[in-house]
């Protein structure tokens, strides 16, 4: 059993960064890979990143890549999404996850949810 808080969320303006931490709770966490989703307002929740149990196979939604980037550090149970350059359409409710990869590296099943942490960036 793995239980996922996320943190670090808030209101920024455009242009700026949060740095999101998402702590894990269970002895298993280095077994899974972990992702960040994102929901917006009317919209599905969409991928937006995740990395491997190892650190690697790190993959980023296009919207994101080259702004955003994911880490963890397994010592800690704790991984994290630094955003940069955030925009307006950045705005969502965003959610860890635990779950696994499949073909290419791509995320395929998740197996835990975290609550969820609401960023906004304003114009």
Do not use: H
Request: net charge positive; charged share 15%.
């Amino acid at each position: 059993q793995v239980q996922l808080v996320e943190s670090g969320g808030g209101l920024v303006q455009a242009g700026g960064s949060l740095r999101l931490s998402c702590a894990a709770s269970g002895r298993t966490f280095s077994r899974y890979a972990m992702g960040w989703f994102r929901q917006a307002p009317g919209k599905e929740r969409e991928f937006v990143a995740s990395i491997r149990w190892s650190g690697g196979n790190i993959y980023y939604a296009d919207s994101v890549n080259g702004r955003f980037t994911i880490s963890r550090d397994n010592a800690k149970n704790t991984v994290y999404l630094q955003m940069n350059s955030l925009k307006p359409d950045d705005t969502a409710v965003y959610y860890c996850a635990a779950g696994a990869l499949g073909y290419g590296s791509r995320w395929s099943s998740t197996n835990y949810w975290g609550q969820g942490t609401q960023v906004t960036v304003s114009s």
